[in-house]
C-alpha cells in the first residue's frame, strides 16, 4: 500500500515563502512521476506542477511558472514544492500525487495521492 504524506503548508504573507514536501512509502517510489495539485474553496482541484521519474523533466502550470519549483529526492522518497512569491490566489489545500508514465495535468490519471496540507496566502 502506498502512503502519501504531505507536509510543510502554513500561513504565510503575500511575497513570502514556503517549502512543501511529500513523503511516499514502498520502494518504487523513483519509477514515478509525481504532481502537485491544489484545491481552493468552492473551486475544482487544479494541476500546479508535476515532475517525471528521475527529476529531469518538469511541467508547470502557468500561474506558477516563474515562482514555483518542483523537485524531488529519490534517496528520500521525497518530492518537493518551492513557493516563492506567494499571493493570496495560491491559497488552497495543495495535494501530492504519484502517477506511472508521462508528465500530465489530468489529476484522473494519478492513482495515489495525499491528505493535502493547507496553504494561506494573506495580503
Known amino acids: 500500500q502506498v502512503q502519501l504524506v504531505e507536509s510543510g503548508g502554513g500561513l504565510v504573507q503575500a511575497g513570502g515563502s514556503l517549502r512543501l514536501s511529500c513523503a511516499a512509502s514502498?520502494?518504487?517510489?523513483?519509477?514515478?512521476?509525481m504532481g502537485w495539485f491544489r484545491q481552493a474553496p468552492g473551486k475544482e482541484r487544479a494541476f500546479v506542477a508535476a515532475?517525471?521519474?528521475?527529476?529531469?523533466?518538469?511541467y508547470y502550470a502557468d500561474s506558477v511558472k516563474g515562482r514555483f519549483t518542483i523537485s524531488r529526492d529519490n534517496a528520500k522518497n521525497t518530492v518537493y514544492l518551492q513557493m516563492n512569491s506567494l499571493k493570496p490566489e495560491d491559497t488552497a489545500v495543495y495535494y501530492c500525487?504519484?502517477?506511472?508514465?508521462?508528465?500530465?495535468?489530468?489529476?484522473?490519471?494519478?492513482?495515489?495521492w495525499g491528505q493535502g496540507t493547507q496553504v494561506t496566502v494573506s495580503s
Open positions: 500525487a504519484r502517477r506511472w508514465g508521462t508528465l500530465v495535468r489530468d489529476g484522473a490519471q494519478y492513482d495515489y
Open positions: 514502498g520502494r518504487t517510489f523513483s519509477s514515478y512521476a
Open positions: 515532475i517525471n521519474w528521475n527529476g529531469l523533466s518538469t
